[in-house]
Nanobody, 125 residues
Framework: QVQLVESGGGLVQAGDSLRLSCAAS????????MGWFRQAPGKEREFVAA???????YYADSVKGRFTISRDNTKNTVYLQMNSLKPEDTAIYYC???????????????????WGQGTQVTVSS
């Protein structure tokens, strides 16, 4: 079992930055792809970014150039640096882990084995 705990969300203004963290416990996640998804009220959960177990990175078009995903396997933690935030980025952000995950399948939430509880990000205009 892998437990994931997100942190770093909050209320910011448009143009500000936030860094989300996702700490994993239970087992090392070096063999897991790690992904970030988000869900706004009344909308489906959508892919934001992912990093495969081998280090390949994928972004949603809506965040490309503004968000950066990274991982520190020594800390069993994945990060999402979010810059130039927009009101449309407002959502609950979820961290997820997929064993030996790689490729475009990481854009699909069904590929993931474990999920965190989420952290709220609110961007005011």
């Amino acid at each position: 079992q892998v437990q994931l705990v997100e942190s770093g969300g909050g209320l910011v203004q448009a143009g500000d930055s936030l860094r989300l963290s996702c700490a994993a416990s239970g087992r090392t996640v070096s063999n897991y792809a790690m992904g970030w998804f988000r869900q706004a009220p009344g909308k489906e959960r959508e892919f934001v970014a992912a990093i495969s177990w081998s280090g390949s990175i994928y972004y949603a078009d809506s965040v490309k150039g503004r968000f950066t995903i990274s991982r520190d396997n020594t800390k069993n933690t994945v990060y999402l640096q979010m810059n130039s935030l927009k009101p449309e980025d407002t959502a609950i952000y979820y961290c997820a882990a997929a064993y030996l995950g790689a490729g475009q399948a990481l854009r699909t939430f069904r590929r993931y084995d474990y999920w965190g509880q989420g952290t709220q990000v609110t961007v005011s205009s």
